[in-house]
């Protein structure tokens, strides 16, 4: 009978794994030369210290997405609003709007090549934020979501306000995973359109 690997993938059951080890490194005996022992100490020390840096770059990354995120959507709310003024002003023409910006492109809309823009947030134990936009054509959008043990894309949802918050817990408690994400444009419950890229999120306990 088989057996699966013994060294878990993840970097916090690896490091459980070899804490485990060292503490009944005595029970070997002979089987473990005192060089291999020393050189695994030397390494997991190594291993947790590098596991905890990268906990706290992927921390202060998330805190930074937040607030990059939290700025933005002030100051656009505020050039938004200036615009509006602007744009009701008496004095105001099209040339005027063009020369400073506030006039969009002319747009044609194309149903069959027309596709959502995804960007995802981990909020940290399973909560993961996704942002989208929403065509002008569309009523909403369907996300769907696959991860560890899926056997294809669940759709976790119609969405027709941006952010989606999937609230699923982990699926293993503490251990973190990671969730792949696309969404295609929805009008009248129909989908049309093309799927949007796909984008990955770390999951962290």
């Known amino acids: 009978m088989s057996k699966s690997d013994y060294v878990p993938?993840?970097?916090?059951?690896?490091?459980?794994?070899?804490?485990?080890?060292?503490?009944?490194?005595?029970?070997?005996?002979?089987c473990l030369l005192p060089e291999d022992l020393a050189q695994l100490q030397t390494g997991a020390a190594e291993l947790h210290a590098g596991v905890a840096e990268a906990d706290q770059s992927a921390t202060a990354h998330k805190n930074a997405v937040a607030r990059k995120k939290d700025i933005r959507d002030r100051v656009e709310r505020n050039f938004r609003a200036v615009g509006r003024r602007?744009?009701?002003?008496?004095?105001?023409?099209?040339?005027?709007?063009?020369?400073?910006?506030?006039?969009?492109?002319?747009?044609?809309?194309?149903p069959a090549t027309a596709k959502p823009s995804l960007s995802g947030l981990d909020l940290s134990d399973g909560e993961i934020q996704i942002d989208f936009t929403k065509g002008p054509m569309s009523d909403a959008i369907h996300l769907y979501c696959q991860r560890e043990g899926d056997t294809g894309w669940v759709l976790l949802g119609l969405a027709n306000v941006?952010?989606?918050?999937?609230?699923?817990?982990?699926?293993?408690?503490?251990?973190?995973?990671?969730?792949r994400y696309t969404a295609v444009y929805v009008k009248n419950y129909k989908e049309f359109g093309q799927f949007s890229d796909e984008i990955v999120v770390n999951c962290a306990p």
């Open 9 to 30: 993938p993840s970097d916090a059951d690896f490091l459980r794994l070899l804490d485990k080890f060292l503490a009944r490194a005595k029970e070997a005996g002979d």
């Open 86 to 110: 602007i744009k009701a002003h008496a004095k105001y023409t099209p040339a005027l709007g063009a020369l400073m910006g506030l006039e969009g492109a002319d747009y044609t809309p194309k």
């Open 162 to 179: 941006s952010p989606f918050i999937d609230r699923r817990p982990l699926l293993v408690p503490g251990k973190p995973e990671l969730r």
